[in-house]
Nanobody
Framework: QVQLVESGGGLVQAGGSLRLSCAAS????????MGWFRQAPGKERDFVAG????????RYAASVQGRFTISRASADNTVYLQMNSLKPEDTAVYYC?????????????????WGQGTQVTVSS
């Protein structure tokens, strides 16, 4: 069973930075992809960024392009989301997910395993 554990969320002022981590364990597929999604209160869970487990093929939502960077550390099976120039509209619960496919999907329905989420709050 795959387990995903997010960490690194918190409260930050607008313009600040945070780095989220997603520690993966269990049965991981070499031909899989990892994604970060976020969900604000009363809204749908939206794609933020994704990357192949091999480390390539990064994709970003238009709203975070140029501000967020997704990366993977193979040594410790961890995926990171570096978030810079944060805005109040980035406030949400951020979830890590993985899917049994080489392609980076942008729909939450394409992902098979999810973490519990970590809260990010950006104050104005």
């Amino acid at each position: 069973q795959v387990q995903l554990v997010e960490s690194g969320g918190g409260l930050v002022q607008a313009g600040g930075s945070l780095r989220l981590s997603c520690a993966a364990s269990g049965l991981l597929f070499s031909s899989s992809a990892m994604g970060w999604f976020r969900q604000a209160p009363g809204k749908e869970r939206d794609f933020v960024a994704g990357i192949r487990w091999s480390g390539g093929g990064a994709r970003y939502a238009a709203s975070v392009q140029g501000r967020f960077t997704i990366s993977r550390a193979s040594a410790d099976n961890t995926v990171y989301l570096q978030m810079n120039s944060l805005k109040p509209e980035d406030t949400a619960v951020y979830y890590c997910a993985t899917r049994r496919s080489f392609a980076v999907g942008v729909s939450l329905y394409e992902y098979d395993y999810w973490g519990q989420g970590t809260q990010v709050t950006v104050s104005s």
